[in-house]
């Protein structure tokens, strides 16, 4: 039998998935010589059950049964069943060698993009999802209506644990909710993460005598697994209510133990997307954010980086308003390649706007995604030409005048930080 009719029998357009499915919709081209039903046998067969052989150890009756199936092709799309019996319930990593390992390395297949995922409630509820969600954050620091608002200290690495906590401190007295590390910034040797956290969490009890608001500090704890747990407990022992890990560098297996930690320590966590768009920027290959998103609620990361529209970093409104629907709504309806959702129990995650923002931007963000958004400002708050706790000032006056329905230029002839940042960087009218 040839390798091509041994992945036909993964082809089956009569077939209706079960609940229990798990349902994957593959962006895809063929190799060369290669038919695109063939090459989606291809992606079922290797993601499931198949080889490129014949063979002796298993009958094909079974085979086919317990295998995937290519139950739609539209155009460049495929959509394709995984009886769940295929997974480890509660295992990310393995899911994530079935569906996204080695079928991007096939011959058949010349570009392959996971585009999405509809996830069957028994591998759903085999995962924590979020502890706090966006209720249990916002309920944590008292602010019930508007989006929150935050910094992330710059540079992003060179300052030394007092400069660090200087920053930070000029930031929450300005106005931010919340102060968070770069993502690059671990334990480095002018930046020791214990030092950092002490000198930080001190200055933000300061920092919320003098406001009266509660502050919250996103420290970085991305590390080896075991190293991370203990920076994790460390926090929980200085007082402090976050930790913040990059949860695609440290891997989902990372994540997952990391989850489990949070459960004990009651610590929120705030996930970073770094290192997505060596995954995700490639429309025609890769995985989708959205996929990487979904995958991060089912873990349960709190708060998660989705993406601006209108900061330094790629990624288009309609991507990113999809993202924030699926990671923040409980039901996600059927658009276009989009698979239909229902999160039950999963928590909804607080999404992150960051990247290349400032006050000008704020309009515009609450417009595209709402109120609940976390909107960080770097460069946008520590670049006032007056200063970072001016900048801070500016990007709450920008919030409190979009919720007021305000226009900025309006709002910043009475307020001297807002109007140095628009005079600096401008504002966006859509």
Known sequence: MSVVRGYLRYINFDYKPKREDMVCVFKFKPGKDISKKEAAGAIAAESSTGTWTKLTTMSLKRMTKIGAKVFEIKGDYVKIAYPTDLFELG????????????????????????????????????????????????????????????????????????EHAKVAYEAWVGGLDVVKDDENLTSQPFN??????????????????????????????????????????????????????????????GLQTLRDEMKDLKLVLHGHRAMHGALTRNPDHGISMLVLAETARLIGVDQLHVGTAVGKMEGKKKEIVSIVEDIEKKFVTKKGHRLAENWGKIKPVFAVCSGGLHPGHIPTLIKYFGKDIIIQAGGGVHGNPLGTRAGAKAMRQAIDATMKGTNLEEYAKKYKELKAALDKWGFLNV
């Not at 058949?108 to 706090?132: A, M």
């Open 192 to 253: 020791k993460f214990k030092k950092r956290a002490e000198e930080t969490i001190k200055l933000k009890w300061k920092a919320e005598k003098e406001t009266g608001e509660r502050k919250m500090y996103m420290c970085n704890v991305t590390a080896e697994t075991n190293e991370m747990l203990k920076r994790a407990r460390f926090l929980k022992e200085l007082g402090n209510e976050y930790a913040m890990v990059d949860i695609l560098t440290v891997g989902w297996a």
């Open 91 to 162: 295992n990310m990593p393995q899911i994530y060698s079935s569906i996204a390992g080695n079928i991007f390395g096939m011959k058949e297949i010349e570009t392959l993009r996971l585009v999405d995922i509809k996830w069957p409630e028994k591998i759903k509820n085999s995962f924590k999802g979020p502890q706090f969600g966006i209720k249990g954050v916002r309920k944590l620091l008292d602010v019930k209506k508007r989006p929150l608002c935050g910094t992330i200290v710059k540079p992003k690495l060179g300052l030394t644990s007092k």
